[in-house]
């Protein structure tokens, strides 16, 4: 799909957009471990590709410290600023 209006809006979704790189990672640590970052693998990426990622879950001073990708594994690594032994969820989307 191309959409190009330099005047106006040239995409508008009305009801739910569903995309091929993004999804939802959900972590339960093992017990007595802890995590302080997760890889996602399996999605196309290229070596301009932008990933955002943010918690799906509030856990006081917790947050995604920053993105890693590796296009030629086809894999991102998610860093966390704290390591975490609870279950939690992190979504993402790859731009590029």
């Not at 970052?37 to 070596?47: I, K």
């Not at 410290?65 to 939690?88: E, K, M, N, Q």
């Amino acid at each position: 799909m191309l959409a190009s209006n330099p005047k106006g809006v040239a995409v508008h979704v009305d009801g739910v957009a569903e995309f091929s790189r993004s999804g939802l990672v959900k972590v339960k640590p093992p017990a007595l471990t802890f995590v302080d970052s997760v890889t996602v693998t399996g999605v196309a990426l290229s070596e301009s590709s932008l990933i955002l990622a943010t918690m799906q879950d509030y856990l006081k001073g917790a947050a995604v410290a920053g993105v890693v990708a590796d296009a030629r594994r086809s894999s991102f690594t998610i860093y966390l600023t704290a390591l975490l032994s609870v279950p939690f969820r992190i979504a993402w989307f790859v731009i590029g």
